[in-house]
């Protein structure tokens, strides 16, 4: 029974918050949009069945987030004021159907480990892009509260604004997710085969 740990993970990934199929896809992520002015706001949560340190290497991963979030095509650490604050430099396209969004932005990072991520825009094609995210256990998984307080340079229309925004977060975040599950299985696995030696 040495592969326990590993079997009941497993488990747990099959039948915690819902079916698997909900969750690969997403659909479990609330994601809500206000557009108020020329202000976006948009607040999201969701669990994931890993710690807030597994939660938190990968939300954290600036320099291999391309690797995992679709709309990136480039993501980076550009310059480091101490472990907690520091540069990075994301740039990419959402696309969904016949809208796309091109982004491109330099962000300041502070962070509160394993608890909270805030990010601040310093220039992109965005006028304001402020982020917070607060990361909270809930016994045996972990919680993800995210809200975006966003004004664009150009105006979007409320309609489509709100789906395409609605379906881009709820895409980038579920995608993350997916790659804290795999990480997760992945380092159980070989705990598993380093045990069985």
Excluded: C
Aim: a neutral charge; glycine letters at 6%; proline letters at 4%.
């Amino acid at each position: 029974m040495r592969n326990a740990p590993f079997l009941l993970f497993v488990w747990s990934v099959l039948f915690t918050a819902g079916s698997l199929a909900d969750s690969l896809e997403g659909k479990d992520i609330e994601v809500q949009v206000k557009m108020i002015g020329e202000n976006i706001i948009i607040d999201l949560n969701f669990a994931v069945p890993a710690t807030q340190q597994e939660v938190w290497e990968v939300l954290t991963d600036f320099d291999g987030m391309a690797g995992f979030v679709s709309n990136l095509e480039e993501s980076k650490v550009v310059s480091v004021s101490s472990k907690d604050k520091f540069t990075i430099f994301q740039r990419g396209a959402a696309i969904y159907g016949p809208v796309s969004f091109p982004f491109e932005s330099i962000r300041e990072v502070r962070l509160i480990p394993h608890r909270k991520i805030g990010t601040h825009l310093i220039s992109g094609n965005m006028r304001k892009l402020e982020g917070i995210t607060h990361l909270t256990n809930e016994g045996g998984q972990t919680r993800v509260v995210h809200r975006t307080d966003a004004i664009p340079k150009n105006w979007i229309p409320e309609t489509v604004g709100k789906i395409f925004i609605e379906h881009e977060m709820r895409e980038q975040f579920n995608e993350m997710r997916n790659e804290i599950i795999k990480r997760k299985m992945a380092a159980l696995k070989e705990t598993d085969v380093r045990e069985k030696r």
